[in-house]
T-cell receptor, first 111, second 113 residues
Framework: SQQGEEDPQALSIQEGENATMNCSYK?????LQWYRQNSGRGLVHLILIRSNEREKHSGRLRVTLDTSKKSSSLLITASRAADTASYFC???????????FGQGTRLTINP | NAGVTQTPKFRVLKTGQSMTLLCAQDMNHEYMYWYRQDPGMGLRLIHYSVGEGTTAKGEVPDGYNVSRLKKQNFLLGLESAAPSQTSVYFC????????????FGSGTRLTVV
């Protein structure tokens, strides 16, 4: 099964609202990363949070990490139509040389 | 900088044909990866490389081979294509291990008929 699982699988909100996506994982990690994928394009790295960090901000993005619950959340504030995309979490597992990606959350921002 | 460039962008193969997908990066990254993306399956790692001349198997390596003869290039080969290999293939690179963000190419959409 996937190391990282996003919830919900799909989310539809109105422009200007906040969007929250969650990611759960199973094993100990060094870091957790979030990526965005616009339709038909490659993934774009958004933010990385290390296992010893609890919260990180980047512009309108806020990521939290709870290692005791093995979960992370991505908050996008004041959403825009351009935020419509799929969002993936990826975990850097301790001792591994690669990231493991979840199945993604498809976010739709309605004008 | 171009980042990560994948060629070709689209390809249709007949069952049994072979092809090579090329990934080139100009960021002097050590690590390179090949993923496939299928609906409902997320990204699955096929093979990866931790440096020039090295390769390793990922989650779904069967039916694929790779080579990293030069640091900047990572080739993915399909020796005898099967319909199950219809997918979108993404190459990615990173500076060092999984402690850094990946830079992805724009993908190759492959259809095997």
């Amino acid at each position: 099964s996937q190391q990282g699982e996003e919830d919900p699988q799909a989310l539809s909100i109105q422009e200007g609202e906040n969007a929250t996506m969650n990611c759960s994982y199973k094993t100990s990690i060094n870091n957790l990363q979030w990526y965005r994928q616009n339709s038909g394009r490659g993934l774009v790295h958004l933010i990385l949070i290390r296992s010893n960090e609890r919260e990180k901000h980047s512009g309108r993005l806020r990521v939290t990490l709870d290692t005791s619950k093995k979960s992370s959340s991505l908050l996008i504030t004041a959403s825009r139509a351009a935020d419509t995309a799929s969002y993936f979490c990826a975990t850097g597992i301790q001792g591994a040389q690669k990231l493991v990606f979840g199945q993604g959350t498809r976010l739709t921002i309605n004008p | 900088n171009a980042g990560v460039t994948q060629t070709p962008k689209f390809r249709v193969l007949k069952t049994g044909q072979s092809m090579t997908l090329l990934c080139a990066q100009d960021m002097n990254h050590e690590y390179m990866y090949w993923y496939r993306q299928d609906p409902g399956m997320g990204l699955r790692l096929i093979h990866y490389s931790v440096g020039e001349g090295t390769t390793a198997k990922g989650e779904v390596p069967d039916g694929y081979n790779v080579s990293r003869l030069k640091k900047q290039n990572f080739l993915l080969g399909l020796e005898s294509a099967a319909p199950s290999q219809t997918s979108v293939y993404f190459c990615a690179s990173s500076l060092d291990r999984a402690d850094y963000g990946y830079t992805f190419g724009s993908g190759t959409r492959l259809t095997v008929v």
